[in-house]
């Protein structure tokens, strides 16, 4: 379990339904190739961005890939609700079902809630500015009303 602050998070916008989203944890880096197929990550990234700034107990995120994908779990703590224990994991196939959950952990941290709304909002804003540019929004979608809403959110 990682207890520090040195932690990022970059996301990359490919053409043609797919993405890249590299998170960086205490020197080390997980590269997680993220289809478009299943969900829109934009929407569910903006989705986890809220919930955390929202404080919600727990959430999940699914990040898919062919075959398989990753879960992100956020869990925060009793006592300091701007803290979560987060845990990142990788499966094989399919969506695990808790009963036959066949999973590898890759990462475990703790982190402050509004550390990683700032990374996300980041990476998003940071890809809407990109999304300006007629070539390079060429077979990329980017999700513009969940983003707005969350940087309406945030602005609030």
């Not at 300091?80 to 009963?99: D, K, M, N, R, T």
């Not at 703790?110 to 700032?118: E, L, P, Q, R, T």
């Amino acid at each position: 379990m990682y207890e520090g602050d040195d932690i990022d998070f970059l996301y990359v916008l490919r053409p043609h339904g797919w993405s890249d989203l590299l998170l960086y944890v205490g020197g080390e880096i997980h590269h997680l190739c993220i289809t478009h197929v299943f969900s829109d990550p934009i929407v569910d990234l903006s989705y986890l961005a809220s919930s955390l700034h929202h404080r919600v107990p727990a959430i999940e995120l699914f990040l898919w890939d062919e075959p398989g994908g990753y879960r992100l779990r956020f869990k925060q703590f009793n006592e300091q609700h701007h803290w979560y224990a987060v845990q990142l994991a990788s499966f094989p196939e399919g969506p695990p079902e808790s009963s036959q959950c066949i999973e590898t952990v890759l990462v475990a941290f703790n982190i402050k809630a509004d550390h990683f709304v700032k990374l996300i909002y980041s990476q998003l804003e940071k890809t809407a500015k990109l999304c300006e540019d007629k070539s390079y929004r060429k077979h990329r979608d980017f999700s513009y009303m969940e983003f707005n809403h969350l940087r309406q959110q945030l602005s609030d």
